[in-house]
């Protein structure tokens, strides 16, 4: 199979990084290793390439009202400079997609998808296009570099004329870094440790990665992985579509309920609404184990009786606190935080309790 070369992989190659075929492209998934990446992240600064995303623009005058049909949150409260995380849910309510829908100006929106999904989301909403819209896939031209940390403000603030800390979260600009214009600055990411990520046209990924690698020298900055992109978030709680919510899981099931609003309409809106009046048969819950062990997804679950109650979707050893954390669905009738579970690992039910997320 020919694999998509991102803009920056001769840097990704030269620079050591392991290179993993991943959604149709070659992507690093560490460079030294995912802890000390992890680490950076958290504590200092570093940069994603995560330009396997897949971008759309939506335009034209009946655009809110597609939008509104076909996503899941309140459309119309979003203002030019607005993002806003939302989901792509099916007549069942189950979630074909995540994604986040930014307001680029009056009728003419940009949707961020996962690079997983990509054909996928594009034929879903080409299906229901029956508005004066006009779908473009853009992602072949973008690069989406994240520059993810506490000290990411200080370091793109040294290479803009605008202060970037005043960017709210889930807000933008649209403005130039160094000498690199029209770029999408979108206070957004998915590692909760701050930060930016940075929408630049493909002929100007290069000049802006190598910028920012140089001045990033001051800050310890280094290049991340797709392997900490993952650990972080999941000290976050966040889900990764493919693993904890898919077209058979609903919002609901996900504890994603406040991205799906009760006073609009929407595909899949009757089904979710259900589950949220009548309590879902399962949830998504974060959990800690008390005993040692690394949780993997299709790990089963039992409570205390050794009922089985759930499936693990996410695990891994948190590298900020060295506990091993997880999420999984269990029945909706055993969540209990009081009480223990018991995660089978290699045919031996190791211990934890539910925890509450964030991790950290």
Same mark, same amino acid.
């Given at each position: 199979? &020919?694999?998509?070369?991102?803009?920056?992989?001769?840097?990704?190659?030269?620079?050591?990084?392991?290179?993993? $075929?991943?959604?149709?492209?070659?992507? $690093?998934?560490?460079?030294?290793?995912?802890?000390?990446?992890?680490?950076?992240?958290?504590?200092?600064?570093?940069? +994603?390439?995560?330009?396997?995303?897949?971008?759309?623009?939506?335009?034209?005058?009946?655009?809110?009202?597609?939008?509104? =049909?076909?996503?899941? *949150?309140?459309?119309?409260?979003?203002?030019?400079?607005?993002?806003?995380?939302?989901?792509?849910?099916?007549?069942?309510?189950?979630?074909?997609?995540?994604?986040?829908?930014?307001?680029?100006?009056? *009728?003419?929106?940009?949707?961020?998808?996962?690079?997983?999904?990509?054909?996928?989301?594009?034929?879903?909403?080409?299906?229901?296009?029956?508005?004066?819209?006009?779908?473009?896939?853009?992602?072949? &031209?973008?690069?989406?570099?994240?520059?993810?940390?506490?000290?990411?403000?200080?370091?793109?603030?040294?290479?803009?004329?605008?202060?970037?800390?005043?960017?709210?979260?889930?807000?933008?600009?649209?403005?130039?870094?160094?000498?690199?214009?029209?770029?999408?600055?979108?206070?957004?990411?998915?590692?909760?440790?701050?930060?930016?990520?940075?929408?630049?046209?493909?002929?100007?990924?290069?000049?802006?990665?190598?910028?920012?690698?140089?001045?990033?020298?001051?800050?310890?900055?280094?290049?991340?992985?797709?392997?900490?992109?993952?650990?972080?978030?999941?000290?976050?709680?966040?889900?990764?579509?493919?693993?904890?919510? &898919?077209?058979?899981?609903?919002?609901?099931?996900?504890?994603?309920?406040?991205?799906?609003?009760?006073?609009?309409?929407?595909?899949?809106?009757?089904?979710? #609404?259900?589950?949220?009046?009548?309590?879902?048969?399962?949830?998504?819950?974060?959990?800690?184990?008390?005993?040692?062990?690394?949780?993997?997804?299709?790990?089963?679950?039992?409570?205390? =009786?050794?009922?089985?109650?759930?499936?693990?979707?996410?695990?891994?050893?948190? $590298?900020?606190?060295?506990?091993?954390?997880?999420?999984?669905?269990?029945? +909706?009738?055993?969540? #209990?935080? =009081?009480?223990?579970?018991?995660?089978?690992?290699? &045919?031996?039910?190791?211990?934890?309790?539910?925890?509450?997320? $964030?991790?950290?």
């Amino acid at each position: 199979m &020919n694999y998509k070369k991102l803009q920056n992989e001769k840097y990704h190659i030269s620079a050591g990084a392991k290179m993993v $075929p991943f959604a149709g492209y070659n992507m $690093p998934i560490w460079y030294t290793s995912i802890a000390d990446e992890h680490n950076c992240v958290r504590n200092n600064v570093g940069i +994603f390439d995560v330009s396997h995303m897949g971008e759309f623009i939506v335009s034209g005058i009946e655009s809110i009202k597609f939008l509104q =049909k076909v996503t899941s *949150n309140n459309i119309e409260k979003l203002k030019v400079g607005n993002a806003q995380y939302s989901s792509l849910t099916n007549e069942n309510g189950g979630i074909i997609d995540d994604l986040i829908v930014y307001c680029l100006d009056i *009728n003419k929106y940009m949707l961020v998808v996962n690079a997983s999904n990509m054909k996928k989301d594009l034929d879903w909403l080409e299906k229901h296009n029956s508005y004066k819209v006009k779908i473009e896939n853009i992602s072949s &031209n973008i690069s989406l570099l994240a520059v993810q940390g506490p000290k990411a403000s200080s370091l793109l603030n040294t290479m803009s004329n605008t202060d970037l800390s005043t960017i709210k979260f889930y807000n933008f600009i649209v403005d130039k870094i160094s000498n690199v214009k029209n770029i999408i600055i979108s206070a957004t990411g998915y590692t909760g440790a701050g930060g930016f990520e940075l929408y630049v046209s493909n002929k100007d990924a290069t000049k802006l990665w190598n910028k920012i690698i140089q001045i990033g020298k001051k800050y310890d900055l280094q290049p991340i992985g797709l392997g900490a992109r993952d650990t972080l978030r999941l000290e976050m709680g966040y889900c990764l579509h493919g693993s904890d919510i &898919n077209d058979q899981i609903n919002p609901i099931e996900a504890g994603l309920d406040w991205i799906c609003k009760k006073n609009v309409d929407y595909i899949g809106k009757n089904a979710i #609404d259900s589950d949220r009046e009548n309590n879902p048969s399962k949830k998504l819950i974060g959990f800690t184990l008390t005993e040692k062990g690394i949780p993997r997804s299709g790990y089963k679950i039992f409570n205390s =009786k050794g009922n089985e109650i759930g499936t693990v979707t996410s695990g891994s050893i948190s $590298p900020s606190t060295g506990k091993a954390i997880g999420l999984g669905f269990i029945k +909706f009738s055993e969540i #209990d935080y =009081k009480k223990s579970i018991f995660i089978e690992i290699r &045919n031996k039910k190791i211990e934890g309790k539910l925890s509450k997320t $964030p991790f950290i």
